[in-house]
């Protein structure tokens, strides 16, 4: 085990809270935060020291002060596309952690990103890939990525793509639409549990630092994977056009061939029938 004790979550969400819950069994003690008052007893129950962080822009600038006060920092927060405001204060975030984490105890920072920030190149990308955001949030995320990575600290930033787990069904994604473009186009997906397993592993690695993706080996086709889901849910397949027009492929070389990182369902058709 690594022998830094302290790690902070800023999010304990769908992946920070399952994350937190297998840090505090390996013994870490942790402390999370969540923007829900609600959410308060929740965390202190599953034994999170509890924070209320906010970065709404109708705010004040929230205390960071104890989340930052520790060993390691893993930032789990989404972008905030559901809101109309939501990137903005997502921004706002990156801006702050940026000028606070250098003054503070944190000596290692893992980001948690998205493999958003590359395009449908109609090609294969790793982690030594140009990027090429499309999208307002992806171009966010880029931007927070760029201010972490020229920090005085180890950095580790951590692209992941889909996530599907628990109360996040693939087999909800596209069930009962007809005509669904690109049906032949490869999925690149991920599983909390690989993820959780992934950012621990991360941890425990004195020398991690730079772009690693989190992706699933295996790439099936959009249509393979989505019907199956569906199928599994019991729930109406979905009807895709046989085409591949658009698409890319994410490869996650760095966690495997330096970290000796192995995936417990490395095919995604393997995952889906084990879900």
């Known amino acids: ?23 505090i069994s ?12 609600e959410k308060m007893q929740v965390l202190k129950a599953a034994g999170i020291d509890p924070f209320l962080v906010q970065f709404d822009q109708s705010l004040p600038e929230p205390d960071l002060t104890k989340l930052l006060d520790g060993d390691i920092l893993i930032v789990s927060l989404p972008p905030g596309r559901r809101t109309a405001d939501g990137p903005d204060n997502y921004k706002r975030m990156g801006e702050i952690l940026t000028t606070k984490l250098p003054k503070s105890r944190i000596s290692k920072l893992i980001f948690i990103s998205s493999t958003s920030v590359y395009s449908d190149s109609n090609s294969v990308l790793t982690e030594i890939s ?5 999208t307002a949030s992806a171009k966010i995320i880029a931007e927070i990525e760029k201010s972490l990575l020229a920090l005085p600290i180890q950095v580790i930033i951590l692209r992941l793509a889909g996530l599907f787990g628990p109360g996040r069904s693939p087999g909800r994604f596209f069930s009962g639409k007809t005509n669904i473009p690109n049906g ?10 690989e993820v959780v397993s992934l950012i621990n592993s991360l941890i425990d690695s004195d020398s991690a630092s730079g772009v690693y993706i989190g992706s699933t080996p295996s790439h099936p086709t959009k249509e393979e994977f989505y019907t199956l ?9 979905p009807d ?21 990182f192995i995936y417990k369902f490395p095919n995604l058709i393997d995952r889906l029938n084990n879900l």
Do not use: Y
Not at 2 to 19: A, D, Q, S, T
Not at 231 to 237: R, T, V
């Open 1 to 23: 085990m690594n022998n830094k004790k302290e790690i902070n979550l800023l999010g304990c969400g769908w992946l920070g809270f399952p994350l937190a819950l297998s840090l």
């Open 26 to 37: 390996r013994g870490f003690n942790v402390k999370g935060s969540t923007t829900s008052p």
């Open 184 to 193: 032949l186009a490869p999925v690149n997906m991920i599983h909390q549990e």
């Open 240 to 260: 895709f056009i046989p085409e591949k027009l658009s698409w890319k492929i994410v490869e996650s070389e760095r966690v495997e061939k330096e970290l000796g």
């Open 130 to 134: 140009e990027i090429s955001p499309q």
């Open 229 to 237: 889901a569906a199928h599994i849910d019991k729930l109406p397949e």
